[in-house]
């Protein structure tokens, strides 16, 4: 199936993207219609450790415990609509029959039962688990020892066929070249391996994930670039950490971009994934519904951008979060209050009007609060669409335009004094600066050279992109 | 959009990362860790300054004066030393680390190629990722920072089987194994590979971290000692190997990993 780029953008203005409002709204699951103006939460979470020990207490995890305690709570609290989100643990791919049909079966069984007792909207989210390994080979018929990339299409099917309203995944390609440029700083690196390598490989499977929603009258949500972009931004961390600076975890963000815009260019409708922050970039090309995650996502992990990532979002989600009691109930319950909350929050300010302030508001809290959170706020988000739509042709240009973009706004502010930056901060800039404007103009001049810079790295091998 | 003019941001959020940034530079901090002697000097400032190009000359000319051994311990590991100190006190970050450690690795090669036997190492540590776990690159910054202060390291990959790390622990008898996993649902293989290996009677420290990982967990089987970073790896591994075993590692954990949380 041929992808369709986008080359130019779906909004006019930075201005008209709002909160729970997208150009092409989505219907599906129980009475569900994301984007249409309302945002929906959505709640996401693990099992304990243990409840994977065989296929009955895992879907007695998932579904008698996890399942219902969330609905109950959403009724309890009067949301009209909820998402869930199932991110498939390991034993649900590697044996998706035993494993992984009874849950996906049982959880809209039960959701089904509160639709129609109650009539609140629900819908699920499965994103399934993507376990390919580099070193094994990531295309069917290279993995001889675990045969991941068909078992993943597997579990794909057999989600859709047996009550999952939206596919999605965190597509893991091109990570163990972003893995190790991430390491050394090494900006070209990083973006062969996240904005080529990772565009290809999605290339590969998204088009087959759209088939499996299609066949089975289901959507295909779309990606995120959780395996590199938020591992640049988890290692960044906040100012008692010192891992990478966070002008180099910026300048990925906008790479990855480019790169998870490829799941709706092969024809996923979204909502894209919460966890990938490129969300803001994603809508304002494309129009379609993002799902987001911030401050009520402190279950899982900090961000500095808690308030910010909230301006445009359709879904609003806690991230993850592993089932336990808390004094208010169970972890899921909880955290389902706090997102649901929120959610209110902002469905209350569309209906009084007061959106686009409550949207300023968001954004003003973190504008400057890291390089990340400056270069997502909308305003800038736009900016580094234009310049993704301005090469959309070109997985390697646009990537390249999306980075420089990012480095160049964060550059101009610091310059305004606004954007504060630390020393290493300034200095990782500049040097992100020379090294993008060093790049060749061409993608094949450039996957050469990256073909022999790189050729050592453990566990990259080109054929698993094709090359 | 509203005009933000007229927010005062001091009111909104503190940069505590630039009121703490170190006044002292690389160059300063180095002008008084790195050995006396002008050619293992020479050495440790490669590695400190990360001139990967440089090493293999500056190795060369220091083999006439000195013994592979004495380089390894007294110019490249050194040299690592003051690299590790500027990682602690935030002047660097971590890809200094890893760039440095590439450049030290490069000098130990050219001097192990001039040893006549093995080259004695402080200790030895098997590494692996859990079963269905894909997430590595705590484990890899985790090897360098063990390789840089000396140990040998036996790295197993990620998504390895239970019986397989068993299997390496029983064959390697290195003095520490390692574990690391970001999910709930595979770090449930650590009490497995504790168990399996205390059957075996191997009673060794099972340093584990990652993600989902918190330290009570990882003290609720035998043998298991958390860490919440990869910088901690060495500090404990060093303590281990001067003698504490996992019950004194839990019992000083907080002692131990104080500075470099």
């Known amino acids: 199936m041929a992808l369709k780029r986008y080359t130019r953008m779906e909004y006019g203005s930075p201005d008209e993207m709002v909160f729970g409002e997208a150009k092409y709204p989505v219907s599906y699951g129980l009475g569900q219609t994301v984007g249409a103006g309302m945002v929906v939460p959505e709640i996401n979470f693990a099992p304990r450790p243990g409840a994977e020990k065989n296929p009955e207490t895992l879907r007695r995890e998932y579904v008698d415990y996890i399942t219902k305690d969330i609905l109950d709570r959403a009724i309890t609290l009067g949301f009209p609509a909820v998402q869930l989100e199932n991110e498939h643990i390991f034993q649900m791919v590697n044996d998706p029959e035993k494993f992984e049909k009874p849950v996906v079966a049982g959880q809209k069984e039960l959701m089904q039962k509160y639709h129609d007792e109650y009539g609140i909207a629900l819908s699920i989210r499965h994103t399934i688990a993507d376990p390919r390994l580099a070193e094994e080979g990531l295309r069917p018929g290279m993995d001889k020892k675990h045969s991941y990339p068909e078992k993943t299409i597997e579990a794909f099917e057999v989600a859709a066929a047996n009550g999952a309203d939206l596919l999605s995944v965190e597509t893991m390609g091109g990570k163990e070249v972003a893995d190790y440029a991430i390491l050394r700083q090494d900006v070209r690196g990083w973006l062969f391996g996240i904005g080529y390598l990772g565009s290809l490989d999605m290339e590969w499977i998204w088009p087959q994930i759209v088939e499996i929603a299609k066949k089975n009258k289901i959507r295909a949500g779309g990606d995120t670039n959780c395996a590199g972009a938020n591992t640049s931004m988890f290692m960044a961390g906040g100012y008692l950490d010192k891992d990478i600076p966070r002008t180099f975890s910026a300048v990925t963000r906008a790479i990855a971009s480019a790169r998870t815009l490829v799941a709706w260019e092969a024809g996923a409708t979204g909502p894209d994934k919460d966890c990938g922050y490129e969300g803001p970039i994603l809508k304002s090309i494309a129009g379609k519904p993002t799902a987001q995650e911030g401050k009520n996502c402190q279950c899982a992990h900090a961000d500095l951008m808690g308030n910010l990532i909230a301006q445009v979002c359709d879904l609003w989600s806690n991230e993850s979060v592993e089932y336990h009691p808390e004094f208010g109930g169970s972890s899921v319950q909880c955290w389902l209050g706090s997102i649901g909350y929120e959610a209110a929050l902002m469905n209350t300010a569309k209906q009084l009007k007061q959106d686009k302030l409550l949207r300023d508001m968001y954004m003003a809290t973190d504008r400057y609060r890291c390089p990340e959170a400056f270069i997502l706020a909308y305003d800038n988000a736009y900016k580094i669409g234009q310049a993704i739509v301005e090469n959309g042709n070109d997985i390697y240009l646009r990537s390249k335009a999306a980075g420089m973009t990012a480095a160049r706004l964060i550059e101009e502010e610091n310059k305004a004094g606004k954007l504060k930056l630390s020393k290493h901060e300034q200095d990782m800039l500049r040097k992100i600066i020379t090294d993008l404007s060093a790049l060749p103009d061409e993608e094949s001049k450039f996957v050469d050279q990256c073909l022999k810079a790189y050729k050592d790295i453990p566990m990259f091998n080109p054929k698993n992109y094709g090359l | ?261």
């Not at chain 2, 005062?8 to 703490?20: A, G, K, P, S």
């Not at chain 2, 002008?31 to 440089?54: C, H, Q, S, T």
């Not at chain 2, 290996?197 to 089987?221: D, H, M, T, W």
Request: charged share 25%; net charge neutral; aromatic share 6%.
């Open chain 2, 1 to 261: 959009m509203l005009d933000l003019k007229s927010v005062n941001y001091d009111r909104v959020l503190r940069r505590y990362d630039i009121q703490m940034e170190s006044k002292e530079t690389p160059e300063e901090l180095a002008g008084r860790m790195v050995p006396k002697d002008p050619l293992l000097k020479k050495i440790a400032e490669d590695v400190v300054f990360m001139r990967y190009k440089n090493v293999n000359d500056d190795v060369t000319a220091a083999l006439k004066n000195f013994s592979p051994e004495d380089i390894i311990e007294q110019g490249l590991i050194k040299g690592m030393d003051v690299v590790g100190e500027l990682y602690g006190r935030g002047i660097y970050y971590l890809p200094h680390v890893m760039v440095a450690a590439d450049a030290m690795d490069r000098g130990v090669k050219l001097c192990e190629s001039k040893m006549k036997g093995a080259r004695e190492t402080r200790g030895k540590v098997v590494m692996h990722v859990a079963e269905g776990d894909p997430h590595d690159i705590g484990k890899n910054i985790a090897a360098v920072l063990l390789k840089s202060n000396g140990y040998s390291v036996v790295d197993m990959g990620r998504d390895v089987a239970v019986s397989d790390v068993v299997a390496t622990v029983e064959s390697e008898k290195p003095q520490l194994v390692t574990g690391t996993a970001l999910m709930t649902t595979t770090m449930s293989a650590f009490p497995k590979v504790a168990e399996r290996l205390q059957e075996k009677g191997i009673n060794i420290p099972f340093i584990c971290a990652g993600g989902a990982v918190n330290r009570a967990y990882v003290e609720s089987y035998p043998m298991g000692v958390y860490a919440s970073k990869a910088i901690q790896g060495p500090t404990l591994a060093n303590a281990a190997i001067g003698g504490a075993d996992w019950r004194k590692l839990r019992e000083n954990w907080d002692k131990l990993t104080a500075a470099k949380e």
